[in-house]
């Protein structure tokens, strides 16, 4: 016998359920970006702060200190018990920590938002007739964005998505709000200086008074000693870690292991994976936005 199919107005059953699964499909692929950049746009802010020695190290190989840890701010399976402001119980499953340099916490200027967005734009091949839609007319293209957003955004739209993320970025850090304000502060120091003890009560002891409008006496800090594997001299480094340790707290205080090798011992050695592509951002002339001024000559 054949299988009989239900007609209802032009359509069959089947085709109807296969258009509901591919609208199903494409809401929940939605909701999971929706929830990643809500994760990555509300997560707590870390301020981060080297000394001059961690900083210049850092450069050899062309990442900062930030760069090198945002990689690994993606925690998941957490299963933290907190309580709510209205006192219920909760369990954060999956967190992320946004790290910044805290002489990057600042807002660029309008103008200067202005000019990284238009540059933004210039990096693409935008389509001047999206179906008889004036892409230079903005009422014409609200209408059409209004209508058919999903398509908009992922065919005929492709900066979309990288406008949106940028223009979101400039506004981090407004003076009106708490969103942005550091939660904990990361202090890191070299292990080749003779007094890390003394050393990091300094840097401590300068960057409240650099950021003293977001400075709180509660911050949460975290002392990080970094060591070069190449260079440094591992007993020692151990020894300073102790001294923090006493100084600090325990479990205030640990160790980060670096290899600075210079390009001529990494031949035959199997390529590193780029984990950092991603977790640099564009720098805008003035700086801000949570990176460096770009460098000029």
């Not at 085709?15 to 997560?43: C, F, K």
């Not at 734009?121 to 014409?140: F, H, N, P, Q």
């Not at 003779?194 to 050393?199: H, N, R």
Request: hydrophobic share 35%.
């Amino acid at each position: 016998k054949q299988p009989v199919r239900i007609e209802c107005g032009g359509r069959s059953r089947r085709g109807e359920g296969g258009a509901m699964a591919v609208l199903s499909a494409r809401a929940h692929r939605t909701l999971q970006d929706l929830q990643e950049e809500v994760a990555e746009r509300t997560g707590p802010s870390c301020l981060v702060s080297c000394s001059p020695e961690v900083d210049s190290y850092c450069q050899k190989s062309g990442l900062s200190f930030v760069h090198l840890l945002r990689p690994f701010c993606q925690l998941k399976n957490v299963n933290a018990p907190v309580r709510t402001v209205g006192d219920s119980a909760y369990r954060i499953q999956d967190l992320t920590i946004r790290v910044y340099d805290g002489r990057t916490m600042y807002q660029p200027t309008v103008a200067q938002g202005d000019d990284h967005l238009a540059h933004v734009l210039s990096s693409y091949r935008v389509e001047k007739e999206i179906e008889g839609v004036d892409a230079g007319s903005e009422e014409s293209l609200r209408g059409y964005l209004n209508s058919k957003i999903e398509r908009a955004r992922e065919v005929k739209v492709p900066w979309w998505r990288k406008f949106r993320q940028e223009y979101d970025r400039l506004l981090l850090f407004g003076t009106h709000e708490t969103l942005d304000l550091p939660v904990a502060a990361i202090i890191a120091v070299n292990s080749s200086d003779p007094d890390v003890v003394s050393k990091t009560k300094a840097l401590v002891e300068r960057t409240r008074q650099e950021h003293a409008d977001v400075w709180n006496p509660n911050l949460l800090k975290h002392f990080v000693l970094v060591h070069d594997c190449q260079n440094g001299d591992m007993e020692m480094a151990k020894r300073q870690l102790e001294g923090m340790k006493l100084a600090f707290g325990k479990n205030e205080c640990h160790m980060v292991h670096l290899n600075g090798k210079v390009p001529d011992l990494l031949n035959g050695t199997p390529p590193i994976p780029d984990l950092w592509s991603e977790c640099i951002k564009e720098s805008l002339p003035g700086g801000g936005a949570g990176e460096f001024k770009v460098q000029t000559s």
